[in-house]
């Protein structure tokens, strides 16, 4: 069984950052974020396989960063220059996807955490 707890959401101005950390118990071959606004559905923001492989989504892309800390069992999304439009619900997921690549597909994550929202005002 794997359980995942999201940390460090908040209220941040416009270009501002944040740091979101997950801790995760259990062995996972994938973690993801995702994201999700009200009235919106569930969108895949960015993941790190085991192998190190990383995708971002378009619309993050060279703003959010992820890594992990092997010794801590923690995966972090460093988010700079937000945006009000990143204003969500952010989500870590894990998945036992074998898969050589980063899947960007919520279905293809079988463990949620509870959420940690991230608000951006303009």
């Known amino acids: 069984q794997v359980q995942l707890v999201e940390s460090g959401g908040g209220l941040v101005q416009a270009g501002g950052s944040l740091r979101l950390s997950c801790v995760v118990s259990?062995?996972?071959?994938?973690t993801g974020w995702f994201r999700q606004a009200p009235g919106k559905e569930r969108e895949f923001v960015a993941g790190?396989?085991?192998?190190?492989?990383?995708a971002y989504s378009d619309s993050v892309k060279g703003r959010f960063t992820i890594s992990r800390d092997n010794a801590r069992n923690t995966v972090y999304l460093q988010m700079n220059s937000l945006k009000p439009e990143d204003t969500a619900v952010y989500y870590c997921?894990?998945?036992?996807?074998?898969?050589?690549?980063?899947?960007?597909?919520?279905?293809?994550?079988?463990?949620w955490g509870q959420g940690t929202q991230v608000t951006v005002s303009s």
């Open positions: 997921a894990a998945a036992h996807s074998a898969s050589s690549t980063v899947s960007k597909s919520s279905r293809d994550y079988a463990y």
């Open positions: 259990g062995r996972t071959f994938t």
């Open positions: 790190i396989k085991w192998s190190g492989l990383i």
